[in-house]
C-alpha cells in the first residue's frame, strides 16, 4: 500500500466532499430566506453521514448549520 497515495486520494474525495456539499447548504438556506421559510437567526440540526461499503464503514457526523455567530 501506498500511503502518500491513500492519504491524496482521501483528501481528494474529502475536498469534492466539502465543496459540493457547502455549495448544497448555501442554495438551500437561500432559496428557505428567498421563500420567507426562515429567519436570518436560524439553526439547524445537520448529519452527514459516510459510507464507504468495500471497507465496511459507516460514520455520521453531527452538528449545526447557523446562519449568524
Request: charged share 30%; proline share 4%; no cysteine.
Amino acid at each position: 500500500m501506498d500511503e502518500d497515495a491513500l492519504n491524496q486520494s482521501i483528501r481528494k474525495f474529502l475536498k469534492t466532499v466539502g465543496v459540493n456539499s457547502q455549495r448544497e447548504i448555501e442554495q438551500a438556506v437561500a432559496r428557505a430566506v428567498a421563500e420567507g421559510a426562515v429567519g436570518d437567526q436560524a439553526t439547524f440540526p445537520a448529519r452527514m453521514r459516510l459510507e464507504v461499503p468495500g471497507l465496511k464503514l459507516e460514520v455520521s457526523f453531527e452538528g449545526e448549520i447557523r446562519l449568524t455567530p
